[in-house]
């Protein structure tokens, strides 16, 4: 059965993120793992400096999250207990469980959040062997029925399409393909609305309820957050932009991952043989 990781601080933001996996686990018939990281000894931990007691208050609080969403369930919800780095021991669970999805939130407000906000979020997002979502605490809502699919002039900004695809089918959401315009340059403007037309096809191929519009801007970033502030969205997929040298995804996808008032699916790009372009992003 699939599994999906949730990464646990036991912020309000994790718990928040912790309840949008559940809808998405019971769309996708699957399991979930509450994955919290023990790191005692940590000035910011809110825990005393005793691993014991840190690891027995952790399951405690776990065991309470899991009583609290099990009702809410088709399927499993466990928890686990790992100690390490903190973005290493999430991906390595998502590893170990061959995780189709790692949610977590991106505003926790403990110990978590020396490691989460700031870089070390993006190098999780970048090391993630599965499509991952984070969620800010402000995104509350019950469903994702809208979701933004941002389309630019890079060869791989197609790749999400069967990730998305995938999402948009198991949640009954529609699909807004969104043409990116942040250049007057006309070579690479109808590379967009090329780009923009095929994805569209394709979701309208999968049975998809699919719109297509387009903007334009100085940055992608800009664009694709002012466009979600317009209109009532839920959730934006984005290609990680990921720099293989560093590990660290791009200045644009940073920036919609951190400023996003709805939950960013970010997925990687993929190497194609002889630099051809396939729609796929499932991994």
């Given at each position: 059965?699939?599994?999906?990781?949730?990464?646990?601080?036991?912020?309000?933001?994790?718990?928040?993120?912790?309840?949008?996996?559940?809808?998405?686990?019971?769309?996708?018939?699957?399991?979930?793992?509450?994955v919290h990281v023990s790191k005692p000894?940590?000035?910011?931990?809110?825990?005393?400096?005793?691993?014991?007691?840190?690891?027995?208050?952790?399951?405690?609080?776990?065991?309470?999250?899991?009583?609290d969403f099990r009702l809410l369930m088709k399927n499993e919800i466990r928890y686990r207990i790992r100690q390490g780095r903190v973005y290493t021991e999430i991906v390595n669970e998502a590893k170990y469980n061959d995780a189709i999805l790692l949610i977590a939130g991106t505003h926790g407000i403990s110990g978590f959040e020396e490691y989460f906000i700031g870089s070390n979020a993006y190098r999780l997002v970048s090391l993630s062997s599965?499509?991952?979502?984070?969620?800010?605490?402000?995104?509350?809502?019950?469903?994702?029925?809208?979701?933004?699919?941002?389309?630019?002039?890079s060869k791989d900004t197609r790749q999400k399409s069967n990730f998305a695809?995938?999402?948009?089918?198991?949640?009954?959401?529609?699909?807004?393909v969104l043409g990116v315009y942040d250049t007057g340059i006309k070579e690479i403007r109808k590379k967009v609305k090329n780009y923009s037309l095929q994805v569209f096809k394709?979701?309208?191929?999968?049975?998809?309820?699919?719109?297509?519009?387009?903007?334009?801007?100085?940055?992608?970033?800009?664009?694709?957050?002012?466009?979600?502030?317009?209109?009532?969205?839920?959730?934006?997929?984005?290609?990680?932009?990921?720099?293989?040298?560093?590990?660290?995804?791009?200045?644009?996808?940073?920036?919609v991952i951190n400023h996003s008032p709805v939950p960013v699916l970010s997925i990687h790009p993929k190497e194609t043989s002889g630099g051809s372009i396939v729609l796929s992003g499932s991994g």
């Open positions: 059965m699939s599994e999906i990781v949730v990464a646990i601080d036991f912020s309000s933001c994790s718990v928040n993120a912790t309840r949008t996996a559940v809808m998405i686990a019971n769309a996708f018939d699957a399991n979930i793992t509450l000894g940590s000035d910011e931990s809110v825990y005393p400096d005793t691993q014991d007691i840190h690891y027995q208050e952790a399951e405690k609080r776990l065991k309470e999250m899991v009583s599965c499509p991952m979502i984070s969620i800010r605490t402000m995104f509350q809502k019950k469903e994702i029925k809208k979701i933004l699919f941002p389309i630019d002039s695809a995938d999402m948009a089918l198991k949640l009954n959401a529609e699909v807004r394709f979701f309208e191929q999968k049975g998809i309820n699919t719109s297509i519009d387009f903007a334009e801007g100085k940055k992608a970033s800009g664009i694709i957050l002012d466009y979600i502030s317009i209109h009532d969205l839920d959730m934006v997929a984005m290609m990680s932009d990921k720099d293989s040298s560093t590990m660290i995804i791009g200045n644009e996808a940073q920036r």
